[in-house]
């Protein structure tokens, strides 16, 4: 069903029951359900947040500059990236970490072409530092990542909730889940899945993407043997 795909991770999926950093049980498991992925025959591209670590939007409202913070937050999501990749190559996974900002010493730059190689290679690609600009989210390099090098869908784990509400379940107890919705309804109605410049990239290109919960690191594998798992958010192709 799926040869290509990018999985997006937020940081607070690797911090287990901890409240700050990451938590090495939890990044193993995360590791293994990819290999599991990796071995079945599904190239993959990783996008890890770094909310776990640090927010560029948080830094802003603290008084800090907001390219500034952004570009803090970017560093942020190398460690998480040097720490999956690290848990995926103890597991047997040859890997590669490809970073929009240039740190040569411990990732690759990013070049489209060498991206898509190394997941012809059977690697598993994880991409670092968003976007390498400010004012851009993860889920936005999420996006732009998953249409350079032709994904068939972007899978998106979320902590704490299996998949999409029309309002927030932790507060409202009528919230409705979704199990199927549109990339326009979710812009249209403000749901908070991903921001509205990654929403809009994917519309525009068709690209699917699959919401679902991590408590469960088994919904990977699960996502991809084509089980109805969370929300799947897409636009239909119209009769011309």
Do not use: W
């Not at 290999?35 to 190239?43: C, E, L, P, R, Y």
Request: aromatic share 4%; net charge negative.
């Amino acid at each position: 069903m799926f040869r290509r795909v990018v999985i997006k991770l937020s940081g607070e999926s690797l911090l287990g029951e901890r409240s700050y950093g990451i938590d090495a049980a939890t990044v193993e498991g995360i590791a293994r359900e990819v290999q599991k992925v990796v071995d079945g025959g599904v190239q993959v591209g990783l996008v890890l947040g770094a909310g776990n670590i640090y927010r560029g939007l948080e830094g802003a409202a603290s008084g800090m500059d907001r390219a500034t913070a952004d570009y803090a937050g970017m560093l942020a999501t190398v460690l998480n990236c040097l720490a999956i990749q690290d848990a995926l190559e103890d597991l047997g996974a040859e890997t590669r970490v490809l970073s929009a900002l240039d740190v040569r010493e411990v990732a690759e730059p990013y070049i489209r072409r060498r991206a898509i190689r190394h997941l012809e290679k059977g690697r598993v690609v994880i991409f670092a530092a968003g976007t390498g600009n400010p004012f851009f989210t993860t889920d936005t390099a999420a996006a732009l990542r998953a249409l350079e090098i032709g994904a068939d869908a972007i899978l998106m784990g979320k902590y704490g909730v299996d998949g999409v509400y029309d309002s927030d379940p932790h507060s409202d107890p009528n919230a409705k889940f979704l199990p199927a919705l549109e990339h326009r309804d979710a812009i249209e109605q403000g749901l908070r899945v991903m921001d509205t410049t990654a929403l809009s990239l994917c519309m525009d290109n068709n690209l699917p993407i699959h919401v679902f919960g991590l408590d469960n690191e088994e919904n990977i594998s699960r996502v991809l043997a084509g089980e109805r798992v969370g929300t799947i958010i897409s636009t239909p192709r119209r009769a011309q």
